[in-house]
């Protein structure tokens, strides 16, 4: 049973605009949130993270923002860069596991 | 619905000792990827499976090997095991040929190596 949906699996966005990626959680236990970018046969790579005791993190271009009451977090990346072309992971760990997104492949397009 | 079950959940072994971990991907789905998660660091890509091939290769080392089988199934067959190997390894399978995204990936593996 997946316990962290990434319900979209693409989005492509223009240069320049806001990135917008969602993911939904149905385990009211988790507490901490990251978000992973992964290029191809690569692992994912950390980009940020979120406590349960905030509903926001910034860092740069980047933003999560976490609602606990709708199970909902996202992130945010503005203004979007063709760099940014990769998948994104949200994932949530809780004690010795692990629960990842299925993904969402973004491309920024000049 | 049936996620991507990964055997055992942990496992402590000794040093030069092998380990066989196991993934049994979602029904359906033809692709199997490994990675190894370091404490406190990004998973690390080590191999993948598609159709039972080897379809692409990280940072696995030598001492490791996979296979994919008839039924999908994969193991990753380690052997001399050294304190570095101690990591969570996790599995993910996906429904699309060597797709990057729409990875189901399982709860992992915790290897502890004494």
């Known amino acids: 049973d997946q316990q962290v949906k990434q319900n979209s699996p693409s989005l492509s966005v223009q240069e320049g605009r806001i990135s917008i990626l969602n993911c939904d959680y149905t385990n009211s236990m988790f507490d901490y949130f990251l978000w992973y970018k992964k290029y191809p046969a690569e692992g994912p790579t950390f980009l940020i993270s979120i406590s349960s005791i905030k509903d926001k993190n910034e860092d740069g271009r980047f933003t999560v923002f976490l609602n606990k009451s709708a199970k909902h977090l996202s992130l945010h990346i503005v203004p979007s860069q063709p760099g940014d072309s990769a998948v994104y992971f949200c994932a949530a760990p809780t004690g010795n596991q692990f629960y990842f997104g299925t993904g969402t492949s973004l491309t920024v397009i000049p | 619905a049936a996620g991507v079950i990964q055997s055992p959940r942990h496992l402590i072994k000794e040093k030069r000792e092998t380990a066989t971990l196991k993934c049994y991907p979602i029904?359906?789905?033809?692709?199997v990827y490994w990675y190894q998660q370091g404490p406190g660091q990004d998973p690390q890509f080590l191999i993948s499976f598609y159709e039972k091939m080897q379809s692409d290769k990280g940072s696995i080392p030598d001492r490791f090997s996979a296979q994919q089988f008839s039924d999908y199934h994969s193991e990753l067959n380690m052997s001399s095991l050294e304190l570095g190997d101690s990591a969570l390894y996790f599995c993910?399978?996906?429904?699309?040929?060597?797709?990057?995204?729409?990875?189901?990936f399982g709860p992992g593996t915790r290897l502890t190596v004494t």
């Open positions: 993910a399978s996906s429904p699309r040929d060597l797709a990057e995204y729409e990875q189901y």
């Open positions: 029904p359906r789905h033809d692709t």
